[in-house]
């Protein structure tokens, strides 16, 4: 582990996911990971050398964390239990709502950084290109996100909705 993560200033926006068995929330993260990838393969190349690099993705109100790997030739992304989570290149921690409004391009990382709601350690530089990389992204991740669920995207893109009113915050269409 390269740091303890941040604390928790809001209460879950998925409270049941502290009950799930994360085998079950597996393959929904190999499909976003691999709809991501096959969407938007520039992001491989924004990475450069960082491509190979493993990141944990720490929502600290989550009773997991995330590791990515944005390998080009084969991305994963997987949940761990924050105490079994494998050695990364660099952690990103802070809570769901902030992660999810900074993938979403709608908090500035800068900001989060420095109000001290994010918390970023190990190979700083890669966390810097991933950021860049997912800045740079046609039409938005959570847009390829939602789309990679095919007949199921109204559904997601419904869930979405609903993350971006949680605890105030106002819907971007």
């Known amino acids: 582990m390269l740091a303890s993560p941040v ?39 924004r990475l450069g050398p960082h491509a190979l690099k493993s ?8 009773p997991f964390v995330l590791m ?16 079994d989570a494998p050695y990364s290149h660099a952690r990103i921690a802070g809570t769901f709502l902030n992660l999810f409004d900074l993938i979403d391009g709608s908090l500035d990382g800068d900001a989060l950084f420095f109000s001290r709601k994010l918390r970023v350690t190990g190979d700083t ?20 996100i939602t789309n990679a669920f095919g007949p199921l995207s109204g559904i997601a893109a419904m869930t979405v909705s609903h993350l971006r009113t949680f605890g105030g915050r106002k819907n971007h269409e």
């Open 68 to 83: 990515l790997k944005p390998r080009p030739e084969a991305p994963s992304l997987s949940a761990w239990r924050r105490d």
């Open 55 to 62: 990141f944990i993705i720490d929502p600290t109100d989550l």
């Open 125 to 144: 530089e890669a966390v810097v290109a991933l950021r860049n990389a997912l800045d740079d992204v046609d039409g938005g991740v959570v847009e390829t």
């Open 7 to 45: 604390a928790s200033d809001r209460t879950s926006p998925l409270p049941f996911l502290r009950f799930l068995p994360l085998p079950l929330l597996q393959p929904i993260l190999t499909l976003i990971g691999t709809q991501v990838a096959k969407a938007q393969p520039d992001v491989f190349l």
